[in-house]
């Protein structure tokens, strides 16, 4: 199985809204709607942000959101924040019953 | 709130075996879905290994199943990794996580150890 591709950096500045995209296969994203998103800072374990395409856990802010289109989700940051600068990846369930994660996206705030 | 801690050799040799373990605190391990092993190379991303139920059913990432087992120990409150036939490829920062209050996703994890593959 292959990685999901997500765009290498993205990068935004304070206020602004930025989104990530994961794209992947009828096989993985666009077969099942159990898409996650984790935040990982430097150094810092992953961190669910995002589960099932658009759930957020308790916890979360609100400024993060999810959706997916056929074999493509995504994740958008509103009102982006310094502390929001960090490596983001996509993970999806898959019909083999295994998962796949994404190459990652690392977000500057400018 | 569950707590899981990783353990086990921070160093091996190539072409012996990796061996993990995770022991879940503040919850049973028999009373949630799935656990699992995440691991990533320095400098690199995460790549899913496999996961363990509860029963003992498993799931292995294809890459690495001809390499991989998972176990758990519902009496200690533990799962394990074994990798075996390992190469410097292999060396990364091993998680483990649990799908505590979800299905088809992790909630939490581990802080993460560090192995390295070198002679």
């Known amino acids: 199985q292959s990685a999901l591709t997500q765009p290498a950096s993205v990068s935004g500045s304070p206020g602004q809204s930025i989104t990530i995209s994961c794209t992947g296969t009828?096989?993985?994203?666009?077969?099942?709607?159990?898409v996650s998103w984790y935040q990982q800072h430097p150094g810092k374990g992953p961190k669910l942000m995002i589960y099932?395409?658009?759930n957020r856990p308790s916890g979360v802010s609100n400024r993060f959101s999810g959706s997916k289109s056929g074999n493509t989700a995504s994740l958008t940051i509103s009102e982006l924040q310094a502390e929001d600068e960090a490596d983001y990846y996509c993970?999806?369930?898959?019909?083999?019953?295994?998962?796949?994660f994404g190459t990652g996206t690392k977000v500057t705030v400018l | 709130q569950v707590q899981l801690q990783e353990s086990g050799p921070g160093l091996v040799k190539p072409s012996g075996t990796l061996s993990l373990t995770c022991t879940a605190s503040g919850g049973s391990i028999s009373s949630t879905n799935w656990w699992s092993w995440v691991r990533q190379p320095p400098g690199k991303g995460l790549e899913w290994i496999g996961e363990?139920?509860?029963?003992?059913?498993?799931n292995y990432n294809p890459s690495l199943k001809s390499r991989v087992t998972i176990s758990i120990d519902k009496s200690k409150n533990q799962f394990s990794l074994k990798l075996s036939s390992v190469t410097a490829a292999d060396t990364a920062v091993y998680y483990c996580?649990?799908?505590?209050?979800?299905?088809?996703?992790?909630?939490?994890w581990g802080q993460g150890t560090l192995v390295t593959v070198s002679s």
């Open positions: 099932d395409v658009s």
């Open positions: 993970i999806s369930y898959t019909t083999i019953t295994t998962y796949v």
């Open positions: 009828s096989s993985d994203v666009g077969g099942y709607n159990h």
């Open positions: 996580a649990s799908q505590y209050n979800f299905a088809y996703t992790w909630d939490y």
């Open positions: 363990i139920y509860q029963s003992g059913s498993t």
